[in-house]
């Protein structure tokens, strides 16, 4: 079993930026693949960003390319994502997501074995 807990969201500016942190633990750590989706007020939930256990393959939602990077530090079980340039649309809950396999499959909700209980960002115009 594998839990994810989120820290870092909060409320900033239109512009501004926000690195969210996502600290896993259990014992299958060393196989994940880990990304981010995030789910807006009265909106579906949402793929944002993914990255496989080496770093060595990224994936980014279209809207986030170039504003959004993801990383991790696996010798503290920690996947971060950096956003910068934020804008009113990125408000919503933060979910970090875990699986086993391949980081493209972190793209689809249904291919997701854990989830964090998500943070909340909320950038104002």
């Known amino acids: 079993q594998v839990q994810l807990v989120e820290s870092g969201g909060g409320l900033v500016q239109a512009g501004g930026s926000l690195r969210l942190s996502c600290a896993a633990s259990g014992r299958t750590y060393s196989s994940l693949a880990m990304g981010w989706f995030r789910q807006a007020p009265g909106k579906e939930r949402e793929f944002v960003s993914a990255i496989s256990y080496s770093s060595g393959n990224t994936f980014y939602a279209d809207s986030v390319k170039g504003r959004f990077t993801i990383s991790r530090d696996n010798a503290k079980y920690t996947v971060f994502l950096q956003m910068n340039s934020l804008k009113p649309e990125d408000t919503a809950v933060y979910y970090c997501?875990?699986?086993?396999?391949?980081?493209?499959?972190?793209?689809?909700?249904?291919?997701?074995?854990?989830w964090g209980k998500g943070t909340l960002v909320t950038v104002s115009s």
């Open positions: 997501a875990a699986s086993n396999g391949l980081a493209s499959n972190i793209r689809f909700s249904s291919r997701i074995e854990y």
